[in-house]
């Protein structure tokens, strides 16, 4: 009986047939198969063509020295870590990994978990019980609302980038040991959270704050290692969390912080226990990614991506589509990121335009629902630090040829 009605939820899901009715006919955005590596061009389907739609944001998964790390460390320890950090899985590059990213930050100490996803929900659900209230941007990361959802907390969300709203709800939550968690730099919307405010807000009513910094590590801040150094509130978040899958070229994800609370998250965290360790590899690469990041070739990297990002959002303003801002900070300068997303009318016409670009050699990014609220789809370009002006310049004039027969305008997003 109930074998039925799962397998009746499996047969008519709306979602799995209007994927599998866009993959028939050839037009579907996801699910693609990449054909060669994933640099400033991609072949998929036979061709190459111009990639928007990684976050290999500064170029490091296929810098030399990051691959040959990588190569180096499958001939060291093999193939596979072999087991958890807590019984064998630990090999002398995670805990390399974890001593530079906590230098890196200038904080006492780092936990590396095997992906980022798994370090927002075992950090969360470790720290948070039920009966707590953890506070969430309703654009948060996936990851991040599972992790509350796991720890069986009362959960509450505000509008995107709201401190108004989250103000109102800390004064409802005053009584209860209170998490916020909030992106540094939003994956979908490509936009800063207002760290200043959220922290002054959190330190008022005694909240834990924590920041993921997936998008935002390599790119923002002095040292480049993320939205809290931006906003100089690195003693006034408790816990930063990162990834190594996006601007670092590699996979895996970590906490920086205090001893206390990264020996805490060995010992609770049941992401990073009950899982076999990162593979050798990936985290010989990442332990590269993260040198070069923090070195002159890392600002230089970052320095043309910005200007990348700057050239992209100036040709497309040239032709009028819209994208949403870039965030200005409280001192008046615009902090733009690798992510500039594309205003689009409705769901069909992303499909639409996505179709339009790829015929033209252009591989870009979709946001839906539950990427973005619904009703809210963006055409998500990730600018890197390798791609040429004359292919951004190109990016542009063909995004403004789609229209007006299929324009992207829409009603400003109203997360
Ligand atoms: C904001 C944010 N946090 C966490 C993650 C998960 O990271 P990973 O891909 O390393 O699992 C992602 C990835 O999409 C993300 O965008």
Same mark, same amino acid.
Request: glycine share 12%.
């Given at each position: 009986m109930s074998i039925d009605k799962f397998s009746s939820r499996i047969e008519f899901s709306a979602m799995t047939h209007f994927v599998r009715d866009l993959e028939d006919e050839g037009r579907s955005p996801v699910f693609r198969t990449m054909e060669s590596a994933t640099t400033d061009h991609v072949v998929v389907s036979g061709r190459s063509r111009i990639m928007l739609g990684s976050n290999n944001y500064l170029g490091l998964a296929n810098h030399p020295r990051v691959i040959d790390a990588a190569q180096a460390a499958l001939r060291r320890f093999g193939a596979a870590s072999t087991g958890s950090r807590v019984a064998n899985g630990t090999c002398s590059l995670h805990r390399t990994l974890e001593d530079e990213l906590a230098q890196w930050h200038n904080t006492e100490s780092a936990v590396l978990f095997p992906t980022g996803y798994q370090a927002n929900v075992g950090t969360i659900s470790a720290l948070v019980r039920p009966g707590d209230t953890v506070i969430l941007d309703w654009a948060a990361h996936a990851?991040? #609302?599972?992790?509350?959802? =796991?720890?069986?907390? #009362?959960?509450?969300?505000?509008? #995107?980038?709201?401190?108004?709203? &989250?103000?109102? =709800?800390?004064?409802?939550?005053?009584?209860?040991?209170? =998490?916020?968690?909030?992106?540094?730099? +939003?994956?979908?919307?490509?936009?800063? *959270?207002? &760290?200043?405010?959220?922290?002054?807000?959190?330190?008022?009513?005694?909240? /834990?704050? /924590?920041?993921?910094? *997936? #998008?935002?590590?390599?790119?923002?801040?002095?040292?480049?290692?993320?939205?809290?150094?931006?906003?100089?509130?690195?003693?006034?978040?408790?816990?930063?969390?990162?990834?190594?899958?996006?601007? =670092?070229?590699?996979?895996?994800? +970590?906490?920086?912080?205090?001893?206390?609370?990264?020996? +805490?998250l060995r010992t609770h965290a049941r992401a990073y226990q009950f899982t076999t360790a990162g593979t050798p590899a990936a985290v010989g690469a990442a332990v590269e990614a993260v040198r070069i990041a923090q070195s002159d070739e890392g600002a230089e990297r970052t320095a043309r991506l910005i200007a990348n990002v700057d050239l992209l959002r100036g040709a497309l303003a040239a032709h009028d589509v819209e994208t949403i801002a870039p965030t200005v900070l409280p001192d008046g300068t615009s902090a733009p990121g690798p992510i500039v997303p594309a205003i689009v009318a409705d769901e069909q016409t992303l499909i639409e335009v996505w179709n339009r670009l790829f015929d033209q050699g252009i591989f870009s990014g979709i946001s839906v629902f539950p990427g973005v609220r619904i009703g809210n789809p963006l055409l998500r370009l990730c600018v890197t630090a390798d791609h040429s002006i004359a292919d951004l310049e190109f990016v542009a004039k063909s995004i403004a040829s789609l229209r007006p027969a299929e324009s992207i305008d829409a009603p400003a997003l109203t997360h």
């Open positions: 990851s991040i #609302h599972d992790g509350a959802r =796991l720890a069986g907390a #009362h959960i509450e969300h505000f509008n #995107h980038n709201s401190a108004d709203e &989250l103000r109102a =709800l800390l004064v409802g939550a005053r009584a209860v040991p209170t =998490l916020v968690v909030v992106d540094g730099l +939003y994956s979908m919307e490509g936009d800063i *959270a207002p &760290l200043d405010e959220i922290a002054a807000l959190c330190r008022e009513f005694s909240a /834990m704050l /924590m920041v993921d910094e *997936a #998008h935002s590590v390599g790119i923002l801040g002095a040292t480049r290692t993320g939205a809290v150094e931006l906003f100089g509130m690195q003693d006034d978040v408790d816990i930063r969390m990162g990834t190594l899958s996006k601007g =670092l070229g590699s996979i895996g994800g +970590y906490v920086v912080g205090p001893e206390d609370l990264t020996d +805490y």
